[in-house]
């Protein structure tokens, strides 16, 4: 909820949340998205494969995650990364550089 409110307090039209990855991956299939924060980790479950349906759509995102670079999934290693717990300057400059990647 944060992080949503974060966003929306600088002007993003906020898509999500989602708690779970059917949730995720249909956002991400279906939905017009800009640029993605996403959690390593929902209910348990990794969000490589949202990830990599997003790079197939050509959307870009970061992760979430406070294990930092060794809590990204394989395959992921070189995307931006936002370190838990964040604050909302690190929250808006990850976005930038994701946004510019």
Do not use: C, W
Not at 49 to 58: D, H, K, T
Not at 76 to 93: M, V
């Amino acid at each position: 909820m944060l992080i949503e409110d974060i966003l929306a307090d600088h002007g993003a039209a906020v898509v999500g949340p989602a708690a779970r990855i059917e949730s995720a991956m249909a956002l991400a299939e279906a939905e017009a998205i800009d640029a993605a924060v996403l959690d390593v980790n929902l209910a348990g479950a990794t969000t490589a494969p949202v990830a990599e349906r997003l790079r197939q759509r050509g959307i870009p995102f970061a992760f979430a995650t406070g294990y930092g670079v060794s809590g990204l999934p394989a395959g992921f290693e070189g995307s931006p990364l936002l370190q838990k717990p964040f604050q909302e300057r690190d929250l808006t400059e990850t976005l930038v550089r994701t946004l510019g990647a």
